[in-house]
């Protein structure tokens, strides 16, 4: 009989650096270094991070006995990279391009409209929206990392 093809494990550990986890099948066997990513270099431009302790489908690479993982149950992390823009999803969400990370940008501009408001007779003693002002950054704050 041939060695299965695909199988359905349970995320026993996860090594986000080197792109691999370990895997626990339903007789207990270990799968070592099964790949999160399919092909094996230093470009991050995919990964799809399991959540440890859950399901993940897992496929054989050709006829090798190497094994990666192509859908999980739950998931921990994605990581995108295209050049130098990363996209990021955990709890939260982080966004760069170049230097640029957006959370920062949108607390400078919070800071800038914060402080910059001003009438026709001159600036403003205090901002009129203020607590909507405050939810709305820390809104953001939740949202982006």
């Given at each position: ?73 739950e998931v921990e992390k994605f990581l995108w990279i295209v050049g130098d823009t990363k996209l990021e999803l955990t709890d939260k969400i ?52």
């Open positions: 009989m041939a060695p299965p093809v695909s199988n359905v494990a349970k995320v026993k550990s996860v090594n986000e650096s080197e792109g691999t986890c370990v895997l626990i099948d339903e007789d207990d066997q270990e799968f070592l270094e099964v790949r999160i990513k399919p092909v094996l270099s230093d470009n991050k431009s995919f990964l799809q991070i399991p959540k440890v302790g859950t399901f993940v489908l897992a496929v054989r690479i050709e006829d090798d006995d190497d094994w990666m993982v192509i859908a999980c149950d982080c966004m760069e391009a170049g230097n640029q990370n957006l959370l920062n940008l949108m607390e400078r501009l919070f800071t800038v409209l914060d402080r910059g408001y001003k009438t026709n007779t001159g600036v403003t003693i205090d901002l009129v929206l203020k607590p909507q002002f405050e939810l709305i950054k820390q809104d953001f704050k939740k949202l982006l990392k």
